[in-house]
């Protein structure tokens, strides 16, 4: 079975500008979270989706959205960049009951 | 304060010994804690997953231990590999909720 596919692998983008991030899940699975890393915060969960509904939410602010499509592709949109949401932002897979989560490589997004 | 504390913060060990990283946390009560291994740049991979209920688990050469009574878990690796310099996070989760430790960073040296 092919991993969890994220991308693109590395961006680099200005502050106030927008960006989204694509990640493809295993196939079979239905439940797609994304998560942001940073020296500094560690791992810090951002949302999850299930079968296109939002199933659950980090302490993020609205710049942070998601959406997750028919086919179980997943996207995370940031607005108005800081250079605070410079991350590497990990999407991760599961089945529906969401016990052993695949991670994909990561896309790491730096905002100058 | 992190209701998810790993110690040491980092870790140098020689090729060929064993190390053990300790995780406390205080969520309760909780459903499952996982180790995971993460390489630089790359995405974390699941070690070992525990209920409340077990109290070891293994995987190779590495063995994750659980005390729900200190609310302890620590993840021991035997005979380490040069592969094995990584992070390693522990995360405990709680229905919906999971809560990460900020990691240990493991080098392993020749």
């Known amino acids: 079975k092919a991993g969890v596919t994220q991308t693109p692998r590395y961006l680099i983008k200005t502050r106030g500008q927008q960006v989204t991030l694509s990640c493809s899940p295993i196939?079979?699975?239905?439940?797609v979270s994304w998560y942001q890393q940073t020296p500094g915060q560690g791992l810090q969960f951002l949302f999850e989706y299930f079968s296109e509904t939002q199933r659950n939410k980090g302490n993020f602010p609205g710049r942070f959205s998601g959406r997750q499509f028919s086919n179980s592709r997943s996207e995370m949109n940031v607005s108005t960049l800081e250079l605070g949401d410079s991350a590497l932002y990990l999407c991760?897979?599961?089945?529906?009951?969401?016990?052993?989560?695949?991670f994909g490589p990561g896309t790491r997004l730096t905002v100058t | 304060k992190n209701q998810v504390e790993q110690s040491p913060q980092s870790l140098i060990i020689l090729e060929g010994k064993n190390c053990t990283l300790q995780?406390?946390?205080?969520?309760?009560?909780?459903?499952?804690l996982r180790w995971y291994k993460q390489d630089t740049g790359r995405g974390p991979v699941s070690l070992t997953i525990?209920?409340?209920?077990?109290n070891t688990k293994s995987n190779g050469r590495y063995t994750a231990t659980l005390d729900a009574d200190t609310k302890q878990s620590s993840l021991h690796i035997t005979a380490s590999q040069l592969s094995d310099s990584a992070s390693y996070i522990c995360?405990?989760?709680?229905?919906?909720?999971?809560?990460f430790g900020a990691g240990t960073r493991l080098t392993v040296k020749p």
């Open positions: 196939s079979g699975h239905r439940s």
């Open positions: 991760a897979s599961s089945t529906r009951d969401a016990y052993e989560q695949y």
């Open positions: 995360v405990v989760s709680k229905s919906n909720d999971m809560r």
């Open positions: 525990m209920t409340f209920s077990e």
């Open positions: 995780c406390n946390y205080t969520v309760s009560p909780f459903s499952n």
